[in-house]
DNA sequence: AATTAGATATACAATATGTATAATCAATTC
DNA sequence: GAATTGATTATACATATTGTATATCTAATT
């Protein structure tokens, strides 16, 4: 007796539904509460389910904490960084870039949670390098668009990797305490001009 | 009948000898493992102690972790920074200062557990946050001496931002894969020297 | 020999993650 | 309408960790 197969449209629905709330509790609680306190409990109840039902749809904290980043990627804008690909001008782009990653790190203050959370647990933040990887890359074709033929592989290199540490979450968060967001964008828009110059003038 | 005090030269030697052995003890562990597994059960059965007598010796779990900073700092060659102070040239004093840093993140990898620890834990980051203070009071004055006189107080606050995020310790990390130590403060101090020209070339 | 500080032994409380099993409840299928 | 199924819940348990409390032990000091 083979059992039946449900495919559920409204209920996997609900499911979803539920989902998201836990999600969005999620996010709320990385918010406003620090780290420290995100226990799957007080998420729970924020959420208005139980704890069990959080290891149902996610299956670990790390789970949750991932679903909470994919969350926050799908709706930051990052989306937009496919544009500067479309670009004439590599350095309007490279601006651009830097533009989308500042709103994308101030966008929602659960980053900051979610980056204090890869600290502490080491297979979560490599599943986020994962998906920062595309950054990488992105970044990394970028500079070669920029830079001169005669520039060098490993100033290439280091042009990329500075950027990327410029534009990383905890430079955002070492500029931002008393600057708006457009200033501190400004402010790494200026060194990442500064670090791809000796691309661009290599006889100097 | 009041307690006669004992003054105790050969038992308080002791009592510190075990105390240098948990810290000792507790970088190795932060060295070795990650700062998932960094309990007090695990340090204290590494020195040989119980657990009972690291919250003697240290209070509490932040306690051992800011004696291990302080250790850390104590030999990591950050007393050298004071005598960046006395260079006649800023910009060779700036040079010297990036160099002490990655010398510092570098000499004992356990401060990447404790840069982990300070996200779960904020008030041990305030704490270390305070240390750290010497260090941004220290960049401000040298950025006054290398700076013109024309040069406006925001630039130089933009200024004194973004040399302390280069030499912070994630800027550090996120160069190091694929680089000695001497490459990544190359990189660095070349960064840095683009962030205080325009102090120095206000017309351009 | 009495005293004392440091270390230990043992126990307990509180919180957290994670697993296991049975029960509930509404949506779906027959 | 009755049986079935997936999602959720209730309850219980195992494990690990921080932190506290109390009494004991040991070696240094008076």
């Known amino acids: ?19 998201e709330r836990v999600i969005a509790a999620a996010s709320r ?16 109840k924020a959420a208005g389910v139980t704890r069990l039902t959080v290891y149902n749809q996610f299956g670990s904290r790390r789970g949750l904490l991932e679903a909470v980043f994919d969350g926050i990627a799908q709706s930051g804008g990052l989306h937009r960084l496919a544009e500067t ?4 001008d590599p350095r309007a782009a490279l601006d651009r870039m830097v533009e989308i990653f500042c709103a994308f790190w101030s966008r929602d203050s659960a980053v900051g949670g979610l980056h204090a959370a890869m600290a502490t647990d080491p297979e979560f933040a490599e599943a986020i390098s994962e998906r920062n ?5 992105l970044l990394t074709a970028l500079i070669d668009r920029l830079a001169d033929k005669s520039a060098p592989p ?21 500029l931002s305490p008393g600057r708006s967001k457009e200033e501190v964008c400004a402010v790494v828009q200026t060194a990442c001009h500064a670090a791809v110059a000796p691309l661009q003038e290599p006889s100097r």
Chains 1, 2 share one sequence.
């Open 85 to 88: 690909m479309t670009m004439t």
């Open 154 to 174: 490993r100033a290439r290199k280091d042009a990329v990797d500075l950027i990327f540490a410029l534009t990383s979450y905890p430079t955002f968060a070492a």
């Open 133 to 137: 990887e595309r950054r990488r890359k």
């Open 1 to 19: 007796m083979p059992p039946r197969s449900y495919v559920s449209p409204g209920r996997s629905a609900a499911a979803a539904e539920t989902r």
């Open 29 to 44: 609680t990385l918010r406003e509460e620090s780290i420290a306190r995100f226990s799957l409990d007080t998420v729970a």
